[in-house]
């Protein structure tokens, strides 16, 4: 059923909110403000020097106040004010220590989404191919069809799969017979596969819409201001405060009731509906608020990382991680193995990435579905032993023609005591 929207919510939502009116709106805050607002946003925006310099010059370590003159940065109007390097240093890894976390979270997540929304897609191109060939080729109907869906969440699948690849390397099952259980068990494996990444896009997209509206906590935030934690829920109450103010004036939309939610909830950290931050994901779903700051956090996209990730090594790395990716993006991996690598992927960026990318390289969008009925058929087909193929029967004459001309080859070597062809020795 199609939702609608009212017209009393509709009339009091507040206009768009683009990229430079919510830069402007920054520019025309306090330096505090602006620093305050920036790391709020560190997901989207990079804090500019002028905000470091300002971080640096309130650090609050005894060890910091020793009174540094030299090899440092002079700053302020009047340029007396002599910051230790050390000081800038500090902030900027600080700053990009966070920013790196909070956008390679928020990049994993994309990574994920992006990849099961493909993959569920190439699998339902998979289970209708499947489907097809239990049809034509071993006799099924729509009620056999349907006991082995309903059969597929206790079926044992990975000992039944075991058992009947030992029966075909005995030659204890005829080929139509194999074709028809390997088919069958296929058929429930792909079921239960895409009832496992369906509940895991389901995740993603609920942690996504969380962190997209989620910042720092105050305990985060005054580690990397470098000042004590206690002035910072002021400090981002009433940059926040200050931030809508501005920014409905920028936009000439009157400031509606709730408004200033915001301010309280911001620094709250990744916290997660229906329970607190430290109980990961709520089974409850979002509410996606119209006011103004949750509106400036849903229109900025997500800034790029400050570095490149690293080559992860886990699993063997190199080409064997490579061909355990490419079994998972190309439906080929087991249930097992497939819990077990999705377990220590999805939380690695680097193996996303590789992952993503395989699975660009193997999907084919206009691939027809003959061409998938082929592959299927291919890879479920019994394997055959080679038999052992028994050595050429070469013609005599042949045969002597080419020792002959071997002998007229090595006579410069061997000199002429040689026996003729056919020849006994005694």
């Known amino acids: 059923m199609a939702t609608t929207t009212s017209p009393s919510l509709a009339q009091h939502a507040p206009p768009a ?57 002079a700053v302020g109007t009047d340029r007396k004010i002599i910051l230790p390097r050390e000081w800038i240093t500090a902030i900027e890894h ?33 289970t ?16 056999s069809l349907e006991e082995l869906r309903l059969q597929a969440r206790q079926a044992l699948i990975t000992y039944a799969l075991r058992k009947l690849a030992a029966r075909a390397e005995k030659q204890e099952v005829e080929e139509d017979a194999y074709l028809k259980e390997r088919l069958s068990l296929e058929y429930q494996a792909q079921h239960r596969r ?34 004590a934690q206690g002035p910072i829920l002021s400090r981002r109450v009433k940059a926040i405060q200050r931030y809508v103010n501005a920014l409905a004036l920028t936009l000439n939309a009157p400031l509606q009731e709730g408004q200033f939610a915001a301010a309280v909830n911001a620094g709250l950290g990744s916290r997660m509906a229906g329970g607190n931050k430290n109980e990961g994901v709520g089974t409850k779903t979002l509410e996606i608020k119209e006011d103004l700051w949750s509106k400036t956090l849903q229109s900025l996209p997500p800034a790029p990382a400050p570095s490149e990730p690293k080559p992860c090594e886990h699993d063997g790395g190199g080409k064997v991680l490579a061909g355990l990716l490419r079994s998972l993006a190309t439906y080929l991996m087991s249930e097992e193995d ?35 009925i082929e592959r299927v058929r291919a890879r479920t087909m019994m394997p055959r032993k080679d038999e052992p193929q028994a050595p050429p029967v070469e013609d005599p004459e042949v045969a002597a023609a080419k020792l002959a001309d071997l002998e007229e080859r090595l006579r410069p070597f061997i ?11 005694w």
């Open 17 to 73: 909110v683009t990229r430079e009116q919510i830069e402007a709106t920054i520019r025309s805050l306090q330096p505090f403000e602006r620093v305050m607002i920036r790391l709020l946003m560190l997901q989207y925006l990079d804090p500019t020097h002028d905000d470091v310099t300002f971080m640096a010059q309130e650090r609050s370590e005894p060890n910091m106040k020793a009174g540094h003159k030299f090899g440092g940065f």
């Open 94 to 126: 600080k700053v990009q220590q966070y920013a790196s976390q909070v956008r390679d979270h928020r990049k994993r997540l994309d990574l994920q989404i992006s990849f099961m929304t493909d993959y569920l897609q190439g699998l339902e191109r998979e």
């Open 128 to 143: 209708q191919a499947i489907e097809t060939l239990l049809i034509t080729a071993c006799g099924f109907d729509g009620a």
């Open 194 to 227: 895409r009832d496992r990444f369906k509940k895991r896009l389901e995740q993603m997209l609920q942690e996504r819409r969380v962190v997209m509206l989620s910042s720092l906590s105050d305990e985060h935030l005054a580690t990397i201001w470098g000042i």
């Open 338 to 372: 497939e819990s077990k690598l999705w377990t220590r992927t999805n939380q690695c960026l680097p193996c996303l990435l590789r992952l993503r990318t395989i699975q660009e390289e193997a999907y084919v969008v206009d691939e027809t579905t003959e061409s998938v």
């Open 415 to 425: 000199g002429t005591n040689v026996l003729p062809v056919g020849a006994k020795t």
